[in-house]
């Protein structure tokens, strides 16, 4: 399966019947399938508003781990949706993950990220790119609820993946490996973490030899060294992670890094397509949380003899956010589409859905607290958290940066998008 991660865009099949609103719910069709995208949206916001939006203010405030969620998430089976039938899951794709994602999040993003850690983390990359032995050691854990992080980052090497240290060093018949990588999402009450390292042989500064293995996290030499304190997003743990001498067999390679070429890199870039359009999800569904709330706010307010609802300038605004939200609903939906069933979403068109979710979001977060005035600012209601929350969305799984230095050097070499009318004027 790892040759999905190769494919050029254009070679995805066509979208389907819900293609362009598959983020944002399913078109009516004849095969069931929208009525069982619908039932899942009911779900997921069945959960979300009865057993996490309760709870998610007071996570944030403590900055305590979201464990009520987790445990609702579980007993929901939500976590079953993306794994493989054969070990134990729905066997369901990225249009499927995305409606739950949006879900979670239009109440708590926090929350949200658990069910992302699952469906668009390890247990996805395991599925797709792992060997049999890995996939029936992992994937009824994932699918039963039990979080998995991964590790890129590490303090000197962030959107410079081939500056990372992390390495593996021979030993009999498997590695040791030496690695300090932070900002694990969840890392301190993962189960496993699939960490990207160099291989041995490989070349310090240059992607070759990059590759990946999954590290069990009660083997002997791993430790959480630390957790990062937060403006947003409090409700999930970043943790820091040292990985002195772990033991790493065969088996617990994802993807070989060979010395004499970035092959095993490419690779793991493709499959972060399911974490980039996952994390677009859940923007529009922080974004979606906070016009709704605005919306009602507005037409309960009144300003002297008018309601908010009444001023033009103020219904502009609405108009504008909603526009936004929906172009980029547009966006993740077309390259949710183009991954089909069991597929990655390709990249051009994953990166344009998470630059432009990303910004949608935090420019309607923002203007939903100026809609509420110094209510918005307040931490009573949860604005402010949606804005805190999005923030960060902005920097994990590729910034906002590196979305368009990946999509301006891809257009001005000559790519275009997947069904653009000006493909042709490029070539
Ligand atoms: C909430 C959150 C969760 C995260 N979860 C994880 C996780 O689970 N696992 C993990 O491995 N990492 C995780 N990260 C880390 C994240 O992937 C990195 O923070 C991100 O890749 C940026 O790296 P950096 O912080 O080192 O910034 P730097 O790479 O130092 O970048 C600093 C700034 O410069 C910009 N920049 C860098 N290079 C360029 C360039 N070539 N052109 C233009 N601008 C550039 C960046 O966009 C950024 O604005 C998470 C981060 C956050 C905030």
């Known amino acids: 399966m790892a ?7 254009g070679s995805r099949a066509a979208p389907g019947p819900n293609a362009t ?21 009911e779900l997921a916001r069945r959960v979300a508003e ?12 403590a900055e305590e ?13 939500l976590f079953a949706v993306t794994v493989g ?9 990225d249009i499927e ?16 990220i658990l069910c992302q850690l699952v469906y668009n983390g390890p247990p996805r990359a395991i599925e797709h790119l792992g060997n049999e032995a890995m996939r029936r050691r992992w994937l009824p854990r994932a699918a039963a609820g039990e979080l998995f992080c991964i590790g890129i ?11 990372m240290r992390a390495r593996l060093v021979s030993d009999g018949s498997g590695w040791r490996l030496e690695a300090y990588k932070n900002y694990v999402t969840g890392g301190h009450r993962a189960i496993a973490c699939l960490v990207w390292c160099r291989f041995p042989g490989s070349e310090a500064g240059t992607g070759k030899g990059i590759g990946a293995v999954v590290v069990d996290l009660a083997a002997p030499g791993v430790s959480v060294a630390g957790t990062h304190r937060k403006m947003g997003l409090r409700g999930c743990t970043e943790a820091e992670l040292a990985f002195d001498g772990v033991r790493v067999e065969p088996e617990d390679v994802l993807v070989a890094g060979d010395p004499s070429d970035n092959s095993g890199l490419k690779t793991l870039l493709a499959h972060i397509n399911h974490e980039r359009c996952g994390n677009a999800a859940m923007c529009l569904g922080a974004a979606q949380g906070a016009l709704e709330y605005a919306v009602a706010y507005m037409r309960d307010r009144q300003i002297g003899p008018r309601r908010l609802a009444d001023l033009q300038g103020l ?40 630059l432009a979710c990303n910004l949608a979001a935090k420019h309607v977060c923002d203007e939903a607290i100026q809609l509420l005035g110094g209510y918005g600012y307040s931490r009573e209601y949860s604005l402010e958290r949606a804005y805190r929350d999005v923030r960060g969305l902005c920097i994990g799984a590729g910034t906002v940066e590196i979305q368009r230095n990946f999509i301006g050097t891809a257009i001005l070499a000559g790519r275009s998008p997947e069904g653009s009318a000006w493909k042709e004027a490029l070539r």
């Open 3 to 9: 040759s999905d991660t190769d494919d050029e865009p």
């Open 21 to 41: 609103n598959a983020a944002s719910g399913p078109a009516a069709d004849t095969s069931g399938l929208a009525a069982d995208r619908e039932a899942l949206r």
């Open 50 to 61: 009865r057993e996490i939006a309760p709870g998610a203010a007071g996570f944030d405030e």
């Open 65 to 77: 781990f979201a464990e009520p969620s987790l445990e609702a998430l579980r007993r929901a089976e």
């Open 85 to 93: 039938e054969d070990y134990g899951g729905m066997g369901l794709g």
């Open 97 to 112: 993950a995305a409606i739950v994602l949006e879900e979670i999040a239009r109440v708590d993003v926090s929350s949200a």
């Open 153 to 163: 980052t590490e303090p000197d090497a962030g959107s410079a993946a081939t500056s």
């Open 315 to 354: 219904q502009w605004k609405i108009a504008d956010m909603a526009t936004e939200l929906e172009a980029a609903r547009l966006l993740l939906g077309r390259a949710l589409a183009l991954a089909g069933p069991h597929g990655t979403p390709p990249p051009l068109e994953s990166a344009m859905a998470k």
